[in-house]
């Protein structure tokens, strides 16, 4: 299998697939998909003792402004193992900024085919307070 082959989703940018890199709840530990050969690299040991508030993964076939896929975090009733493809609907952005300039990371939920719990989440803001929270926390520290 190769991501390359996977498209940005079924309708985007409303309906997105999702490639998973760091499952949420993780260890401080940045892994990446690299693109060439989709082998599953550990990019450095964050200096941090926060764990991923969500999973975290990236658009395939899509370019940021940052010159890499665009970032995503996708909130799930529970962590979804690093390589799988989910398909999402984004609800918000995260404007950040890193070394290589504008970073923006959006916030997605699985799409209701694949879970109704967040059916009702049409904003990022109708999200829970305390996850929002964490968040922002970890993105800012």
């Known amino acids: ?6 498209p940005a989703g079924k309708d985007a940018p409303n309906d997105i697939y999702v490639i998973i890199e760091i499952p949420a709840n993780a260890a401080p530990i940045k892994y990446e998909i690299d693109k060439d050969s989709d082998a599953l690299f550990v990019d450095r040991f964050m200096g941090t003792a926060m764990f991923y508030p969500a999973n975290y993964g990236y658009v395939p076939n899509t ?10 975090l996708v909130v799930t009733p529970h962590p979804v193992a690093a390589g799988s493809v989910i398909r999402c609907r984004p609800v918000g952005k995260l404007n950040m900024e890193d070394d ?11 799409h209701e085919k ?4 967040y ?4 904003e990022y803001t ?3 307070p305390l996850l929002i929270s964490q968040v922002e926390h970890f993105f800012s520290h």
């Open 119 to 122: 059916k009702d989440v049409q």
């Open 1 to 6: 299998m190769s991501y390359s082959n996977i």
């Open 100 to 110: 290589g300039g504008i970073d923006a990371k959006l916030i997605a939920v699985p």
């Open 126 to 128: 109708d999200l829970p």
């Open 63 to 72: 370019l940021s402004e940052d010159g890499d896929p665009l970032d995503v």
């Open 114 to 117: 694949l879970s109704p719990l």
